[in-house]
């Protein structure tokens, strides 16, 4: 079987594209990490939102949660999903 120029240049390519792509995710990262140290040491106030979504986390309705935290703040269903477990983390690490 032969590997033609095209199909290598292909591979190369996509290979480049997905280099690209783990490094502005590492950078995203970052910048998160960043921001949220900026808005604890300015007192920046929590959004309103999470009061709500405690409650209903509170009350076992994990899924619900995660309905509103997508719909409100525009997430995905993997981001709607860890913004929920992070604020369960922040509710064991206080009790």
Same mark, same amino acid.
């Given at each position: 079987? $032969?590997?033609?120029?095209?199909?290598?240049?292909?591979?190369?390519?996509v290979?480049?594209?997905?280099?690209?792509?783990?490094?502005?995710?590492?950078?995203?990262?970052? *910048?998160?990490? %960043?921001?949220?140290?900026?808005?604890?040491?300015?007192?920046?106030? $929590?959004?309103? *939102?999470?009061?709500?979504?405690?409650?209903?986390?509170? !009350?076992?309705?994990?899924?619900?949660?995660e !309905?509103?935290?997508? !719909?409100?703040?525009?997430?995905?269903?993997?981001?709607?999903?860890?913004?929920?477990?992070?604020? !369960?983390?922040?509710?064991?690490? %206080? *009790?």
């Open positions: 079987m $032969e590997i033609n120029l095209i199909e290598i240049l292909f591979l190369i390519v290979l480049c594209i997905l280099s690209a792509v783990l490094k502005i995710n590492r950078r995203v990262k970052g *910048i998160k990490y %960043i921001l949220d140290q900026l808005s604890k040491q300015n007192n920046v106030p $929590e959004n309103p *939102i999470n009061d709500e979504l405690r409650e209903l986390i509170s !009350k076992g309705e994990d899924i619900k949660a !309905k509103i935290a997508r !719909k409100t703040l525009g997430l995905s269903l993997l981001e709607g999903k860890q913004y929920v477990d992070d604020l !369960k983390l922040e509710k064991n690490k %206080i *009790i």
